[in-house]
């Protein structure tokens, strides 16, 4: 089974601050993907980003970072220089390899979602 | 490219009656996945249509189900409603291999009165 924790269920900063979003996770599977994606007042989840378990390089776009650790069943998202518009709740997901006959199919595990408010 | 439309975006029932929600996809993507998004269980997976067939099925009763058209456009119903079936209802599309991203549409607000 898998499951994605996210221990932080709100965060509040003031713009210009960094924040990290903490994800863990746990999977039997050797092979399996993570996301993340942010969902603004409007409801749609926007994907924001995709890792591949056999790649732990850490990436950047833009203000956004985000740092994947094996090791620990860890991929942290951090935000720098935060603004008002990164205000959001921001889910972690996770999705197992396919398998024959596998049943991995559409099948995203989420995080309960970290809301993050950002004060001007 | 236009992204995931659904319609309706808000629908308000009663408890008993059905309902049909409609999702269609990226242009170009096969697959569909529904999720329930509630306060209280979060973001939880119905089910995939690829190719007009159910591949995959989240723990949900028979109340819900599903099915996709040769456009890949997918409708869920929900029969016999109970209020906890209040919830926003997102569809997900993607090409269809289970490697590839899933990209959401807004939604369809359900509430059930």
């Known amino acids: 089974a898998q499951k994605v924790t996210q221990a932080q269920t709100e965060i509040s900063v003031v713009e210009k601050e960094d924040v990290t979003l903490d994800c863990v996770y746990e999977?039997?599977?050797?092979?399996?993907?993570l996301f993340w994606y942010k969902q603004p007042p409007s409801g749609e989840l926007v994907f924001l980003i995709r890792?591949?378990?056999?790649?732990?390089q850490n990436e950047i776009s833009g203000r956004y970072s985000w740092n994947f650790q094996k090791s620990t069943s860890s991929f942290n998202f951090t935000i720098t220089a935060s603004q008002v518009v990164d205000s959001a709740v921001y889910f972690c997901?996770?999705?197992?390899?396919?398998?024959?006959?596998?049943?991995?199919?559409?099948?995203?595990?989420f995080g309960q979602g970290t809301i993050l408010t950002v004060h001007p | 490219k236009a992204g995931v439309t659904q319609t309706p975006r808000y629908l308000i029932k009663t408890r008993g009656q059905q309902v049909t929600l409609s999702c269609s996809p990226i242009?170009?993507?096969?697959?569909v996945s529904w999720y329930q998004q509630t306060p209280g269980q979060g973001l939880q997976f119905l089910f995939e249509?690829?190719?007009?067939?159910?591949?995959n099925k989240g723990n949900f009763p028979g109340r819900f189900s599903g099915r996709q058209f040769s456009n890949s456009r997918s409708e869920m119903n929900v029969s016999t409603l109970e209020l906890g079936d209040s919830a926003l209802y997102l569809c997900?599309?993607?090409?269809?291999?289970?490697?590839?991203?899933?990209?959401f549409g807004p939604g369809t607000r359900l509430t059930v009165l």
């Open positions: 890792r591949n378990s056999f790649d732990e």
């Open positions: 997900a599309s993607s090409w269809g291999r289970a490697t590839d991203t899933q990209y």
């Open positions: 999977t039997r599977d050797t092979t399996y993907y």
């Open positions: 249509y690829f190719s007009e067939t159910q591949r």
């Open positions: 242009s170009g993507h096969r697959s």
């Open positions: 997901a996770l999705r197992p390899a396919p398998r024959a006959g596998g049943t991995s199919y559409g099948k995203l595990t």
